[in-house]
C-alpha cells in the first residue's frame, strides 16, 4: 500500500503541476471577469472531508451567492440552481470551476483521482461502511463517482423528493462506486479515469465507462434510466 500511495503522490504532483503550467495564462482571464462581474468574489473555498477524515478547505472558483450554503438546498446543488451566477453556469457546465484545485493536489490535501470530497453533510448522507473506506485515500479532483454521477443535478432537479433520493439513493450508491475503487486503486486505473473524465465532459452522454470499468457496482433501479451503457 505505501508504495502505490508514494506512486500517486508523485503522479500527483507531475501532473496537477503540468496542468498549472498549460493553462495558467488561460485561468487569468477567467479570474479577471469573476472579480469584475457577479460578486466579485474569484474563489470560494468549503470546509470539505479528506483522508482521515481530517477537514481541510478545498479551492473553487466562485460560481454561486455568496451566502449559498444557508440557502435553498444547502450544499447540494440541483440543475439551474437560482443560486448559480450566470458565468457560474458556463464555469460548471466546463469543469472550469474546479481546476483550483490543482493547488489542493499540490499541497497534498488531494490527489487528482480519488473519492470526490464531501461536505460534511454530504459525507454523512454515506452509509458508515463507504465513509470508513472513503477515508484511507486522499480524495480525488475526479474519479468514478463523478465520472458516473455527471448528471446528478439533473436527477435531483427532476426527482419529487430531492433529499430522499439523495440520502437513500444517490449517496449509498456512490459510497459503493467509491468503495470499488479504494478496492482496485492502481496506476493503470489513475490513467483510465483521467482520460474517462475527460471524456465525458466532451460526450456528457457516452457510456464508455460502463463497458471499460470492469466490475462496476450495478445502480440501483431508481437510476437506471440516466445511465447509459
Known sequence: ????????????????????????????PVMIVLRVTGEGEVFFPQQRVGIGGKLFKLLKFATMLKNSPNLGTGTVTVKDDPRVLPFGKFLRATKINELPQLLNILKGDMSV??????????????????????????????????????????????????????????MPYKGRLEEWYVANQSVRLYFLLIFLTVWVVVFPRSGLHWRVLKGLPEGPEELKQWFTV
Not at 503522479?11 to 488561460?26: E, M, N, R, Y
Open 1 to 28: 500500500m505505501w508504495g502505490k500511495n508514494y506512486m500517486q503522490r508523485f503522479l500527483d504532483v507531475l501532473t496537477s503541476g503540468l496542468a498549472l503550467v498549460i493553462f495558467g495564462l488561460f485561468l487569468i
Open 113 to 170: 483521482i480519488g473519492p470526490r470530497p464531501q461536505t460534511q453533510r454530504c459525507f454523512d448522507a454515506f452509509p458508515a461502511r463507504s465513509q470508513a473506506e472513503i477515508v484511507k485515500v486522499r480524495p480525488g479532483l475526479s474519479g468514478v463517482g463523478s465520472i458516473v454521477f455527471r448528471g446528478e443535478e439533473e436527477m435531483m432537479a427532476d426527482a419529487a423528493d430531492a433529499d430522499r433520493l439523495y440520502d437513500e439513493v444517490i
